[in-house]
């Protein structure tokens, strides 16, 4: 058996332990308690600048902690921090959220943000340099990783639903990437084109896929994550190797490979094993799993499956360029139809592939909605707007965001009525963001209207 093979694992050394900070005042670090989380840590030098954190119980002072910085794409830190805090507590990381980057920023805004945390973060707490991870999801996938690329000193990063900035700039130090996203995500094939590329490049990753759309990983994935992580910080040596945790993840994970071949599923045992080669590279000697995934690269079915998904790829792909074509030419009636139809298409294929197929071209077409109408309402076009609006309702009718956006159209047309129709709507789709609404300019005008002052106190 492969895991016979793996077991001679090699220690590596330095003990990790705690950091700490602080919940919306400058508070020094022997103020924060263990175990507990923390939504607003303004930072000390710039008090318009916080994030969420969670102090594992690990904590104590004066010793050096892993620490994992994450990025909300809508500037909710507090988010990913609750996400992530069950499993930093058990493996002892730091979890810090920044409330400020946010969709939509220049790069180095965001960058600044990166930068003033770290330095809250470093300024107040021992961080171990070895183990400073970045995560996100969506833009916020992205923003990890341009400050990765561009600032160095990061061990690894977690990409969530989005791939690597464009920096056009060459890493300042080698990192690790994990890339995790849904099979459903409209940017699943950009993650499956990013771990080709990273493989070519001789970069340490993985790709993790979950059953779900565009969204922070779900709950159930998250002790993975922080595998990778921990067996990250191992090989940076900022850990020491823990022999009993690699072990448990080499039998279980060479018994589902097991399992695979016993039911003659070869693509699922090779997938298996290039998963245990990734994450245990650098930890022990990989041989053996390198040459099962060879040989049963040669299988028939695995060859065979290969090439469907290269297949499907290519459909969605041409699939996205024709729908994106008719974006600004096709009425909202031929819209209708073919969302229609595509939905109908999408439940006629059942659990194949083609219908995670189906569900990631109509998520593709409710980002270029997006676009499309957030571009229109700047410049400002209204009437472009509103048609593209209704496009994203008709593609993607349990989003909030396209309610909120008409909202902004009533406003800027003068339209109270309508203004707090579609909010009401946007409410009713799970809209949260309350700040957002009273900072919008469009909305200005309204902060004193009684309709209005009503609909957000309700909230």
């Not at 961080?127 to 600032?151: D, M, N, P, Q, W």
């Not at 096709?330 to 083609?354: F, I, N």
């Not at 909120?404 to 009533?410: E, G, L, S, T």
């Amino acid at each position: 058996m492969i895991k016979q093979a793996l077991f001679g694992v090699y220690c590596i050394m330095l003990l990790i332990a705690s950091v700490s900070c602080a919940s919306g005042q400058r508070y020094k670090g022997e103020d924060f308690v263990p175990s507990k989380t923390y939504a607003a840590v303004q930072c000390a030098t710039d008090s318009s600048q916080s994030y969420a954190l969670f102090l594992p119980p690990q904590y104590e002072k004066g010793k050096p902690s892993p620490v994992l910085i994450l990025f909300d794409p809508s500037g909710n830190g507090l988010l990913p921090v609750n996400l992530f805090s069950d499993e930093a507590a058990r493996s002892g990381f730091i979890i810090a959220g920044s409330n400020n980057s946010k969709n939509g920023m220049p790069f180095n805004q965001t960058t600044a943000i990166y930068r003033n945390l770290l330095s809250d973060l470093t300024s107040r707490f021992t961080i171990e340099k070895k183990a400073i991870y970045l995560g996100g999801f969506s833009g916020g996938s992205r923003v990890a990783g341009g400050a990765a690329i561009t600032e160095g000193g990061v061990a690894g990063v977690i990409g969530c639903g989005a791939g690597l900035n464009n920096t056009n700039s060459k890493p300042v130090g080698p990192f690790s990437y994990l890339a995790v996203v849904g099979n459903q995500d409209f940017n699943y094939a950009e993650m499956l084109q990013l771990d080709e590329s990273l493989d070519y490049a001789g970069y340490q990753h993985h790709l993790l896929v979950f059953d779900g759309i565009h969204q922070w990983p779900p709950k159930a994935i998250i002790p993975e994550i922080f595998t990778w992580l921990r067996f990250d910080a191992m090989r940076q040596q900022a850990i020491p190797a823990d022999r009993n945790e690699i072990n448990l993840f080499v039998e279980k994970n060479d018994k589902k490979a097991s399992d695979f071949e016993s039911v003659g599923n070869l693509p699922g045992q090779q997938d298996t094993y290039i998963k245990m080669m990734h994450f245990l590279q650098g930890l022990t000697d990989v041989t053996p799993l390198q040459s099962e995934i060879a040989r049963l690269a040669g299988a028939k079915k695995v060859i065979a499956l290969r090439k469907l998904q290269k297949e499907l790829l290519g459909k969605e792909k041409e699939l996205q360029n024709q729908y994106s074509s008719q974006l600004q030419i096709q009425t909202t009636d031929w819209w209708k139809t073919e969302t229609t139809r595509l939905r109908a298409l999408s439940v006629k294929a059942g659990d194949s592939a083609m219908n995670q197929v189906y569900k990631r071209v109509l998520g593709f077409l409710s980002l270029d909605c997006y676009m499309y109408a957030n571009n229109a309402l700047k410049q400002p076009n209204l009437d472009a707007a509103n048609r593209c609006i209704e496009i994203y309702r008709l593609v993607d009718p349990t989003n909030p965001e396209h309610r909120y956006m008409a909202a902004k159209v009533a406003a800027l047309n003068h339209n109270p009525d309508a203004v707090i129709s579609a909010l009401k709507q946007a409410f009713n789709l799970g809209f949260k963001d309350i700040k957002r609404i009273q900072s919008e300019a469009s909305f200005l005008p309204y902060q004193e209207d009684e309709k209005f002052k009503g609909l957000l106190s309700g909230r």
